[in-house]
C-alpha cells in the first residue's frame, strides 16, 4: 500500500504539474515548544517564472521564500519528517489532509474541492475576480447548494458580497501600496453570519496580501461558533470570529476595520475602534440612524419640510453621516460617502469609505469648524463619534491672540 506521505507528494506534484494547486498548510509542530507554527504554500507567478511561495509563521516574524516546483517538493517533504505532523493541501480538484501519530504511521484523507479555481499567480492587484458560487465556504453558508448552484432566495446575497468585494478592491489598493508585502489585520466589526467575512478574506488572498489575517467581531456567540466552524471546514487557516461586544471586544492590531450595518451608533463605535488602532482604511456601511433624530432643532428654512416625519427621518441620516464624514475628515482621513449596491437590493446602501491621509487636526482648525458648523445647523449638541474621540460639537473656539498694536 502506498504510504501516506507518498499519496501526499503526489497530490502535491500533481497540482504543481498541472496547475490546479491553490495551496498547502504544514500544521501541529512536532515539538511543541518550536518557534515555527506553521508553513503555508500557494503558487506564484514571478517575472523569472512560476514558484511556490512558502510563509515560515515563527512567534513574532514570518519568514518568506519562494522555491522552483522540484526545490518546493523537497523542502515539504524535509518539513513533514523533521517539523510537523500535519499537512493540508487544496486543488481545484480535492482537499487532502495528512495527520502523522507520534508512532510514525500516518493517514490521509481526500474530500471534495474546498476551492473552485486556481488563485490568480499575477501579483496584479488591481486584477478583477469575482466570488464564485463553487466556493467552499458559500456552501457551508448556504449562500449556494451542493451542485454549485446559488440559492434562489440568497441570490441577493450573493451579488452583494460580490459588488462589495468589487467596492472594496480598490479601496485596498488605494489604502496600502500596490507592492507592499506585509501581512494585513483587518477587523468586521458586527460581522453577523460572516458573509463578507468570508469575501474579505478570499479578496486578500486573490490580491496577493500573503500572511493577513482577518477577525470577525460579533454580538452573537451562536454566529461566532457557526462561522468559526466553516472557516475551518474551509480550510481558512486566517480567518477567526471572536464573540464580543464592538466598543469593548479586544483588538490588538487592525489595519483595515469594515462594519456594515452595524445598527445606529454601533457604527460610530466600529470607527472610533479603527481610529484608535490606527487603522489606515475603514469601510462603514451604517443603518437605523437613531440618534440625532430627536435632537434635532430644524434651520427655519427646512421648518416646514422637517414637520413631515419622513423628511426628518432622512435629514436626521444625512445629518448623521454627514457628521461622521466630516469629523473623519477632522481625524485624519479622506471620506468618501457613496452608493454601495442599487436600492433595488437592499435599502442600505450607503458606504463610508476613509483612507488616513495626515495627523488629525487640531481644535481650531479649519475641519474642525466645518464639523461644529455642520452640527450647529442642525442644533446638534451630541453625537457618538465625536464624543469618543473628544470632539466637542460645541467647544467654544479659543479667542484669536489679539493683532499687534502699530501704533
Ligand atoms: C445587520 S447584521 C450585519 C451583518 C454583516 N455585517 C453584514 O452586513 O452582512 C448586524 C450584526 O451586527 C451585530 N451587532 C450589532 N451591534 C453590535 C455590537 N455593538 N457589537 C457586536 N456586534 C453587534 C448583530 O448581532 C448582527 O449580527
Redesign the pocket.
Given at each position: 500500500m502506498i504510504a501516506a506521505q507518498d499519496k501526499l507528494f503526489d497530490l502535491f506534484h500533481d497540482s504543481l504539474a498541472r496547475g490546479t494547486f491553490v495551496k498547502l498548510t504544514l500544521s501541529r509542530p512536532r515539538d511543541p515548544a518550536a518557534d515555527m507554527k506553521n508553513v503555508f504554500l500557494r503558487p506564484v507567478q514571478l517575472k523569472d517564472g512560476f514558484r511556490v511561495a512558502f510563509t515560515y509563521r515563527h512567534g513574532t516574524k514570518d519568514i518568506f521564500k519562494n522555491l522552483l516546483p522540484a526545490a518546493a517538493l523537497t523542502e515539504v517533504a524535509t518539513l513533514l519528517s523533521a517539523s510537523f505532523l500535519c499537512a493540508n493541501l487544496f486543488t481545484t480538484e480535492r482537499t487532502a489532509e495528512l495527520v502523522i501519530r507520534a508512532d510514525g504511521s500516518a493517514r490521509i484523507a481526500v474530500r471534495k474541492p474546498a476551492h473552485g479555481e486556481a488563485p490568480s499567480l499575477e501579483h496584479d492587484r488591481t486584477k478583477a475576480r469575482s466570488i464564485l458560487p463553487t466556493e467552499a465556504w458559500l456552501r457551508e453558508l448556504g449562500v449556494t447548494l451542493p451542485d454549485g448552484r446559488v440559492r434562489e432566495a440568497m441570490a441577493d446575497?450573493f451579488r452583494?458580497i460580490n459588488q462589495?468585494v468589487e467596492v472594496l478592491r480598490p479601496l485596498l489598493v488605494e489604502a496600502f501600496a500596490q507592492g507592499a508585502t506585509a501581512p494585513l489585520t483587518v477587523v468586521?466589526?458586527?460581522?453577523?453570519?460572516?458573509?463578507?467575512?468570508f469575501a474579505v478574506s478570499q479578496l486578500l488572498e486573490q490580491m496577493s496580501f500573503v500572511g493577513s489575517r482577518v477577525v470577525g467581531?460579533?454580538?452573537?456567540p451562536d454566529?461566532v461558533e457557526e462561522t468559526n466552524r466553516v472557516a475551518q471546514a474551509s480550510g481558512f487557516t486566517r480567518l477567526h470570529f471572536q464573540a464580543?461586544?464592538?466598543?469593548?471586544?479586544t483588538l490588538d492590531a487592525a489595519d483595515a476595520l469594515?462594519?456594515?450595518?452595524?445598527?445606529?451608533t454601533?457604527t460610530d463605535?466600529?470607527l472610533a475602534r479603527g481610529i484608535g488602532a490606527g487603522a489606515r482604511l475603514l469601510v462603514v456601511?451604517p443603518?437605523c440612524h437613531k440618534e440625532l433624530r430627536p435632537q434635532i432643532i430644524p434651520p427655519p428654512m427646512l421648518a416646514p419640510a422637517l414637520r413631515h416625519g419622513i423628511m426628518l427621518e432622512r435629514e436626521a441620516e444625512f445629518a448623521t453621516d454627514a457628521l461622521r464624514a466630516a469629523l473623519l475628515e477632522w481625524a485624519g482621513y479622506e471620506a468618501k460617502v457613496f452608493e454601495f449596491i442599487s436600492t433595488e437590493h437592499t435599502a442600505?446602501n450607503l458606504m463610508i469609505a476613509a483612507v488616513k491621509r495626515r495627523q488629525r487636526g487640531d481644535n481650531d482648525g479649519e475641519p474642525a469648524a466645518r464639523v461644529r458648523d455642520l452640527a450647529a445647523f442642525y442644533g446638534v449638541q451630541e453625537q457618538r463619534l465625536a464624543a469618543l474621540l473628544g470632539f466637542k460639537l460645541t467647544a467654544e473656539v479659543s479667542p484669536k491672540p489679539p493683532a499687534p498694536s502699530h501704533g
Open positions: 446575497k452583494q462589495f468586521d466589526m458586527g460581522c453577523g453570519k460572516g458573509y463578507l467575512t467581531v460579533e454580538a452573537r454566529l464580543g461586544s464592538i466598543a469593548e471586544t469594515i462594519a456594515l450595518h452595524a445598527c445606529d454601533a463605535d466600529a456601511s443603518c442600505k
